[in-house]
């Protein structure tokens, strides 16, 4: 009778069966295929839970009423949707026609309390030496991008990177879902806006970064760079904004140089290809890779300092690495005089 009475209540005042999955504090994704494949990622492991919907249009009332508090609608005319809930989980729907076998609902659990630097040596996702060198990197005020494929923890680190900077410094922080959860206390959070129903009222990251520019920020944190917005931010590390950090989706350190270019191109920005190289290599002092590993643990897999251009090619420095072999990290080169040079610089905070 309890487990009726339980589950009657998430139908009438909760998200049905997906109620005790959004209450369970171990379950980090909650992906949905249609009426009756329901999955849950759990410490970096994909695995399917007996949980069932009643049928299409159960998902269908779910969706609806995850939604509609937000003011956000999801139809055959508008059938797909980006949003976020109040505690701050970030959804994703699509529905038929476009999703074939019903509908479909991803659901990224937002983490009360931050990661600290602590969690992640515990955790084996990095070392307390890299952590000890981001720190001063972070303090010094170099410019970082956090690269990694979906899911590999790069926000989650890019809060942990953010714990480092000076309390008496001015960041604003420019996402899609407000997932950052910086400490600093003098942080303006600024969250893109999709268009309405009429295809109207869209605020792009790009318009946010350039908004960003004219209200007097120390540093910018742009939670991913995807599109037009690179060029903007790239430039903003060039022209006095330092310390600033962003992610961008990639397979290595080196494929996220590969993705910047491509992303500044395709910006509209014209330039040639050794003129973008120049930008990017002078505006990036670090790129660090993460990565979830087959046992679905979540690494810091390296950490690359960008030297400059050398015969047309960005050069870079390969500064720590993680050995699958031996399952630990290691020291690889040290930094150049420049780097070492503002590390030990560093900034007052």
Do not use: W
């Not at 209200?215 to 600033?244: C, F, K, W, Y």
């Amino acid at each position: 009778m309890g487990h009726l009475v339980r589950d009657l209540l998430d139908e009438i005042v909760g998200f049905g069966p997906l109620q005790p999955l959004l209450d369970d504090p171990t379950v980090d994704d909650i992906l949905i295929n249609g009426a009756r494949l329901i999955f849950v990622e759990k410490s970096g492991r994909l695995e399917q839970v007996a949980l069932r919907f009643l049928n299409d249009q159960h998902v269908l009332r779910v969706i609806r009423r995850m939604l509609a508090p937000l003011g956000r609608r999801i139809d055959e005319a508008n059938p797909m949707v980006d949003a976020r809930l109040a505690d701050g989980s970030r959804i994703n729907a699509i529905i038929p026609p476009l999703a074939i076998d019903g509908p479909c609902l991803s659901v990224r659990k937002f983490k009360q309390d931050a990661l600290r630097a602590e969690d992640l040596i515990g955790n084996g996702a990095i070392s307390p030496a890299m952590v000890a060198f981001l720190s001063r990197a972070v303090a010094a005020r170099c410019n970082i991008l956090i690269s990694g494929a979906t899911g590999s923890g790069k926000t989650t680190l890019l809060n942990v990177l953010s714990q480092f900077i000076g309390t008496r410094e001015r960041v604003v922080t420019i996402e899609d879902a407000a997932e950052l959860q910086l400490r600093n206390g003098h942080v303006v959070r600024l969250e893109t806006r999709p268009p309405n129903s009429e295809g109207k009222g869209e605020v792009t990251p790009r318009e946010l970064v350039k908004n960003a520019l004219r209200m007097r920020p120390d540093r910018i944190v742009l939670g991913e760079s995807r599109g037009g917005e690179v060029l903007d931010m790239l430039q903003a590390m060039n022209t006095g904004h330092q310390g600033s950090m962003s992610t961008v989706h990639a397979n290595s350190a080196r494929d996220a140089l590969v993705r910047l270019e491509m992303m500044v191109t395709l910006s509209g920005f014209s330039a040639t290809e050794l003129l973008i190289k120049q930008i990017i290599a002078t505006a990036l002092d670090l790129i660090v890779h993460v990565a979830r590993l087959p046992d679905g643990q979540r690494r810091v897999t390296q950490v690359l300092e960008v030297e400059g251009i050398a015969d047309g090619v960005v050069r870079t420095r390969e500064l720590y690495a993680f050995h699958p072999e031996r399952k630990d990290f290691g020291a690889v080169d040290q930094p150049s005089r420049s780097l070492a040079g503002k590390l030990e610089e560093g900034v007052p905070t």
